[in-house]
């Protein structure tokens, strides 16, 4: 069984920085793509960022791009998501997943339903 375990949150000034990191318990060998996504209070949860573990190809929201950047160590079993000028609307727990296969044909690495492993979530917030 694959465990995700995340790390990096806490509480920051708008347009600070974080580092969140999301290690992976087991060999990677099996996980085709990782992802975070991040739910705030009150509103459903939304995709972040993705990437594929073998070749690295990315992929964001619209609401971070240029300011978020994900990465992996494949020898540390480690994601990463490098989140620079933080806004208040930032403010959520930010959970990483972990993808074997595309549940839906079509469909990209930023849908949360290609994701079968889930870590348990990382708060983060960011104070005006």
């Known amino acids: 069984q694959v465990q995700l375990v995340e790390s990096g949150g806490g509480l920051v000034q708008a347009g600070d920085s974080l580092r969140l990191s999301c290690t992976v318990s087991?060999?990677?060998?099996?996980?085709?793509?990782m992802g975070w996504f991040r739910q705030a209070p009150g509103k459903e949860r939304e995709s972040v960022s993705a990437i594929t573990w073998s070749t690295g190809n990315t992929d964001y929201a619209d609401s971070v791009k240029g300011r978020f950047t994900i990465s992996r160590d494949n020898a540390k079993n480690t994601m990463y998501l490098q989140m620079n000028s933080l806004k208040p609307e930032d403010t959520a727990v930010y959970y990483c997943?972990?993808?074997?296969?595309?549940?839906?044909?079509?469909?990209?690495?930023?849908?949360?339903?290609?994701?079968?492993?889930w870590g348990q979530g990382t708060q983060v917030i960011v104070s005006s």
């Open positions: 087991e060999s990677t060998f099996t996980i085709t793509a």
């Open positions: 997943a972990a993808g074997v296969y595309r549940t839906r044909y079509g469909s990209t690495w930023l849908s949360s339903t290609n994701y079968a492993y």
